[in-house]
């Protein structure tokens, strides 16, 4: 039972490039989250999913699209990347809502020159 | 929109009880209070949660005030292993629209 795992780990990006960060979970769960974190900083959630097929926004999705056509998996695309969007990236997935804890991943560390 | 503000930092004597303090004035009625820790270049770490009434887990115990505006993370009797960020956050939750809150945290340091 690997949990939630992402992919990369790290990447580094120029300004204008796009890139795509997987996330999966193996535990069955409905929900699932992409949130970021800056220096120092807590984190701040990007966008999320309800169920398989299904996206909404969080409070800071401008810059980002998501997709989550398998329940197991959430992707987070970045379609012209900015400087702006460096940052640590973290996905979670809990089993419902906010009556259920929330499991994360290990994160992947974005840098955009 | 529900804040929630927690001291910077705190310290603590390895083997003493902690207490972590979370003022949430602005919550509202349906917001759950949930609390999760980050170690250094680690994902969080869930710890508890609760709505309304204290709980208890293994990791720790959760203490809501009456008028539910603040809450305590309690840490029984802490070791090297518990110094880490501790996340206080409020998470509302209505038929698929999610709101998640979190604070800036407190770092925790224990002392041997």
């Not at chain 2, 310290?11 to 609390?35: A, F, K, Q, R």
Request: hydrophobic share 30%; glycine share 8%.
């Amino acid at each position: 039972n690997a949990g939630v795992t992402q992919t990369p780990k790290f990447r580094v990006l120029k300004t204008g490039q796009s890139m795509t960060l997987l996330c999966a979970q193996d535990m069955n769960h409905e929900y699932m989250y992409w949130y970021r974190q800056d220096p120092g900083m807590g984190l701040r959630l990007i966008h999320y999913s309800v169920g398989e097929g299904t996206t909404a926004k969080g409070e800071v999705p401008d810059g980002y699209n998501v997709s989550r056509l398998k329940k197991q998996n959430f992707l987070l695309g970045l379609e012209s990347a900015a400087p702006s969007q460096t940052s640590v990236y973290f996905c979670a997935s809990s089993d419902r809502d906010g009556s259920y804890e929330q499991y994360f991943g290990p994160g992947t560390r974005l840098t955009v020159t | 929109d529900a804040k929630t503000t927690q001291p910077n930092s705190m310290e603590s004597n390895e083997e003493e009880p902690v207490h972590l303090p979370c003022n949430h004035s602005t919550i509202s009625g349906t917001d759950y209070i949930h609390w999760y820790r980050q170690l250094p270049s680690q994902g969080p770490e869930y710890v508890i949660h609760g709505l309304t009434s204290n709980v208890n887990n293994r990791m720790a115990s959760l203490a809501i005030a009456e008028d539910r505006k603040s809450s305590t993370l309690i840490l029984h009797r802490a070791t090297l292993r518990d110094a880490a960020v501790y996340y206080c956050i409020l998470y509302y939750s209505n038929f698929g629209n999610e709101k998640l809150t979190f604070g800036t945290g407190t770092r925790l340091t224990i002392i041997p």
